[in-house]
T-cell receptor, first 113, second 110 residues
Framework: DVKVTQSSRYLVKRTGEKVFLECVQDMDHENMFWYRQDPGLGLRLIYFSYDVKMKEKGDIPEGYSVSREKKERFSLILESASTNQTSMYLC????????????FGPGTRLTVL | QQQVKQSPQSLIVQKGGISIINCAYENTAFDYFPWYQQFPGKGPALLIAIRPDVSEKKEGRFTISFNKSAKQFSLHIMDSQPGDSATYFCAASKTDKLIFGTGTRLQVFP
């Protein structure tokens, strides 16, 4: 079974802190994604990566950056956390074809105080 | 901008009934339409998907109906069960990115 793990289920940070969210997948997938999920807004794509050291902006990249140094690991970075970044963050991975299933991790509930 | 509109936001169905969730899209270039199911505390998981060259796809109790001319597609859950209670997301894509709808929270009561 494909497994996508995220470093924390719950995280509480203060405004202005630098926050790292880690995601690891064990199926050698080329593509990895970071979404945020908010009630009434669905899932919105922040960034995605189709290969090591490659990244593409999604629909809401402002205030975020990403890092992919190894194929299995994709990190989301909040450079200076703000209260409007309080959300559920979901990581996903997928083999290279666009028509393949995306496999999601369990999510990280981030609260910024 | 919202490119995939999903309705209703919430749905309550009696056990054994039919649950219907609707989605509409704007971009005629979309060529892949999956539905994801999410249980509380879990990430979404692929339920069923369709390409626009067919008008219907059925997997067990779950059916996608696709209307290319109307740019609409819907999920039908036949004989709904309490275990189907979850949030459902439609999505559409052309390239590497999935555009998700806003989600429908389905509750099936015994």
């Amino acid at each position: 079974d494909v497994k996508v793990t995220q470093s924390s289920r719950y995280l509480v940070k203060r405004t202005g802190e630098k926050v790292f969210l880690e995601c690891v997948q064990d199926m050698d997938h080329e593509n990895m994604f970071w979404y945020r999920q908010d009630p009434g807004l669905g899932l919105r794509l922040i960034y995605f990566s189709y290969d090591v050291k490659m990244k593409e902006k999604g629909d809401i990249p402002e205030g975020y950056s990403v890092s992919r140094e190894k194929k299995e690991r994709f990190s989301l970075i909040l450079e200076s956390a703000s209260t409007n970044q309080t959300s559920m963050y979901l990581c996903a991975s997928r083999p290279s074809s666009s028509y393949n299933e995306q496999f999601f991790g369990p999510g990280t509930r981030l609260t910024v105080l | 901008q919202q490119q995939v509109k999903q309705s209703p936001q919430s749905l309550i169905v009696q056990k054994g009934g039919i649950s219907i969730i609707n989605c509409a899209y704007e971009n005629t270039a979309f060529d892949y339409f999956p539905w994801y199911q999410q249980f509380p505390g879990k990430g979404p998981a692929l339920l069923i998907a369709i390409r626009p060259d067919v008008s219907e796809k059925k997997e067990g109790r779950f059916t996608i109906s696709f209307n290319k001319s109307a740019k609409q597609f819907s999920l039908h859950i036949m004989d709904s069960q309490p275990g189907d209670s979850a949030t459902y997301f439609c999505a559409a894509s052309k390239t590497d990115k999935l555009i998700f709808g806003t989600g429908t929270r389905l509750q099936v009561f015994p």
